[in-house]
């Protein structure tokens, strides 16, 4: 259940500053363009705006200090798992692993340190992070706990031109700035920004465009509250363009088109996460909050078949990871505790906790299937 904005810790001084500077920022910007921002510009600037935004920021995002926790996070299981799905892919392209937002880094040492166990470790680990504070956690996370692999990994600012191998993107889709809709019986209304007093406040203006075309494809019943992701489809494109062989593994939450733009759904899916509390006001404080929304995963498949990419899979990420052997990987952890291990596994396969909420799309060109996750309980079919 999402909380009030009244209701959320309270935020440091330095925090509050930084916001502050933030919503001058987006003000001023607002106010060149007329009085009018739209909402996925605004979650532009309040999670990469440099130097201030969520994510290229100082403050901590992952782990129990920070504002949610990811699945590397958890347990290494995950890694562990999710790499016998990497190996089969490096096995049938290029031994190179792209990870687009690493985090932490976390990812990336147990991905490194679990190939390396099954005799595949990648000539080389690229990273493709646009934060500067982030790329230097997941630096001293990976000389931390995999030194030996740690030479291996480069950061990059853009994908390469042409690239084979495997990309991994944990929970990456689901921050890119996102369209707000409101339909109603005539229209389409894109929900923005504006400015009353000084002040940020919700605006809307008539859709137009290339977003004005996808909200009129929806297949949903008006009156009806949402969003639509162009970004998201624009980056599985320039994806598939890139990819010569190999497959790209995306893992987030989400639902197929008619699921996600069901009546019930009414109201969209954008949530704010703060301090592990869920909040539904994304104008509270911008840059303190991550903003995140529901993947269209039905518009991720397309934008990759359409690039020529085949969908090799997808499904829930429990059926993945149990398909990955997730539980013979439990029963042979011997490093922690196993009464946490099966905690932590839990969260992951639960369908009351991770396990259905999150799920699993691969695309890719030249890998011959089936592929090891979606061996059972391929969901394909459900798109």
Request: glycine share 10%.
């Amino acid at each position: 259940m999402s909380l009030a904005a009244t209701d959320l810790p309270e935020a440091s001084a330095d925090a509050l500053a930084a916001s502050a500077a933030l919503e001058r920022i987006i003000a001023a910007e607002i106010s060149a363009g007329g009085g009018w921002m739209s909402f996925a510009r605004y979650m532009e600037l309040a999670l990469y705006a440099p130097g201030l935004g969520y994510y290229s920021g100082g403050s901590r995002k992952f782990g129990s200090e920070g504002d949610f926790l990811t699945a590397p996070e958890l347990t290494p299981l995950y890694g562990q798992a999710l790499a016998r799905q990497v190996a089969q892919v490096l096995a049938a392209s290029a031994p190179l692993v792209i990870e687009a937002g690493a985090g932490s880094g976390r990812l990336a040492a147990d991905l490194l340190q679990a190939l390396d166990a099954l005799g595949c470790a990648p000539e080389h680990y690229r990273i493709l992070e646009l934060s500067g504070e982030l790329r230097a956690r997941q630096e001293a996370t990976l000389r931390e706990t995999a030194p030996r692999f740690a030479d291996r990994v480069q950061w990059l600012d853009e994908l390469p031109e042409r690239f084979s191998g495997c990309l991994v993107g944990n929970e990456v889709l689901d921050a890119m700035p996102t369209h707000g809709l409101r339909w109603d019986d005539k229209d389409v209304w894109e929900n923005g920004v504006g400015l009353e007093d000084g002040r940020l406040v919700p605006a809307e203006r008539p859709a137009t465009g290339a977003l004005l075309a996808a909200a009129k494809a929806m297949p949903l019943i008006t009156p009806h509250r949402g969003e639509i992701n162009l970004a998201a489809r624009a980056w599985v494109s320039e994806l598939a363009r890139r990819l010569e062989r190999g497959a790209m593994l995306l893992i987030d939450y989400g639902l197929p088109r008619h699921e996600l733009y069901h009546p019930q759904r009414d109201g969209g899916t954008l949530r704010c996460h703060y301090r592990h509390r869920v909040h539904d006001d994304p104008l509270w404080l911008p840059g303190l909050s991550d903003i995140t929304s529901h993947v269209d995963f039905t518009a991720v498949a397309e934008a990759g078949f359409d690039a020529g990419l085949e969908v090799l899979g997808y499904t829930s990420q429990a059926t993945f990871l149990i398909n990955c052997g997730i539980g013979e990987l439990l029963g042979q952890d011997s490093n922690v505790d196993e009464l946490r291990s099966r905690g932590a596994a839990n969260v992951l396969i639960s369908p009351n906790e991770m396990g259905e909420l999150f799920k699993v799309i691969a695309l890719g060109r030249g890998v011959p299937g089936p592929l090891l996750g979606f061996a059972r309980g391929d969901r394909v079919h459900t798109l």
